[in-house]
């Protein structure tokens, strides 16, 4: 992925958009969050920054922002869609399924209704791009 650090800010805006779908983010989603980065997602990323922090530990940074700011999120999706696009590499499918899978999780974690739209619609999307990478 080109510019992995701004991946994982759009995969945190997304995962906020997933977990406040419902109106109100439960602890057991922010919990699964952090897990799922801590445990999965961090182990697979190889980057850092210049600090020397895991990247991968930006989509918690760029959840807790938007916590705390509690932006309207209209486009979330189209956004991270078209990073994507934009910035998928051969090789890229392992990093497009853990994302898929923290996605399902944070949504599994409480509710599920309109967590999985969304959800859906980047699958489709993902499946779409790598299939012609």
């Given at each position: 992925m080109e510019n992995v650090k701004q991946y994982y800010k759009e995969l945190g805006k997304l995962l906020y958009?997933?977990?406040i779908a419902d109106g109100v983010i439960q602890p057991e989603e922010r919990e699964k969050l952090h897990q799922l980065v801590m445990k999965e997602l961090a182990h697979h990323e190889k980057t850092y920054d210049s600090s020397g922090m895991n990247q991968a530990f930006y989509v918690d940074?760029?959840?807790e922002k938007l916590e705390k700011e509690e932006p309207k999120l209209n486009g979330t999706v189209k956004e991270f869609n078209h990073f994507v696009e934009k910035n998928l590499q051969v090789g890229d499918k392992e990093l497009i399924d853990l994302s898929l899978k923290l996605m399902e999780n944070v949504a599994n974690a409480y509710s599920k209704k309109r967590e999985k739209s969304i959800i859906?619609?980047?699958?489709?999307?993902?499946?779409?791009l790598l299939s012609k990478k």
């Open positions: 958009a997933i977990a940074f760029e959840f859906e619609q980047v699958k489709s999307n993902t499946d779409f």
